[in-house]
Structure formats: C-alpha cells, structure tokens
C-alpha cells in the first residue's frame, strides 16, 4: 500500500500562483507515472498533467502554458506549480501514482481561485 500526501493547496486570487506537493509513502516517484488530476462540483475528475518515468510529460489543454509538473531532484516528491490561476481552475486536486499493476490515489487537497 502506498500513501500520497498532498499539500499546498487553499486559496488565492486570480492570477496568483499555487505549488501543489505529492509526497508518496515509498520511493517511488521514478518508478510510476505520477499525476495530478482535479474535480470541480459536478464534474467528472479529469487529467491535469503527468510525468512518466521516463520524463515524459502530459498536460490537459487547459493548463498548457501556465502549470508545470515536476520531480523534486533530491525529494521523493512530485510538485504541480500552478501560474495565471483562474476561477475555473477550482477544484479538488488529487495525486495520482500508477503502473501496469498499481493505481494510487492521495486524498486529495481544495485549491479556490477567486475572481
């Protein structure tokens, strides 16, 4: 069993910045693909971005341009630095560790943007 404990999410303003966290229980970072994916009120989760483990990354049309996933180099940890933050940007992200066997997910974390 892995845990994902994500942090850095609250509230800011429009157009401020956010660093979401993903810190999984084991060392596991290099060896899964590691997501952040958010859902809002009455709407289906979706895919923000990933990172494989090859350094492969992923982004959702919507956070192309302003988020930006990323290992820590020294960390067991995956970060997701949020830019140019929009109202609709609110919703509960979640992080998300996966392979062919294994799909994990944290418990997720509230991020607001205000306008």
């Known amino acids: 069993q892995v845990r994902l404990v994500e942090s850095g999410g609250g509230l800011v303003q429009a157009g401020g910045s956010l660093r979401l966290s993903c810190a999984p229980s084991?060392?596991?970072?290099?060896?899964?693909?590691m997501g952040w994916y958010r859902q809002a009120p009455g709407k289906q989760r979706e895919l923000v971005a990933a990172i494989t483990s090859g350094d492969t990354t992923n982004y959702a049309d919507s956070a192309k341009g302003r988020f930006t996933i990323s290992r820590g180099n020294a960390k067991n940890t995956v970060y997701l630095q949020m830019n140019n933050l929009k109202p609709e940007d609110t919703a509960v992200y979640y992080c998300?560790?996966?392979?062919?066997?294994?799909?994990?997910w944290g418990q997720g974390i509230q991020v607001t943007v205000s306008s």
């Open positions: 084991g060392n596991i970072i290099r060896l899964y693909t």
């Open positions: 998300n560790a996966r392979n062919f066997r294994d799909d994990w």
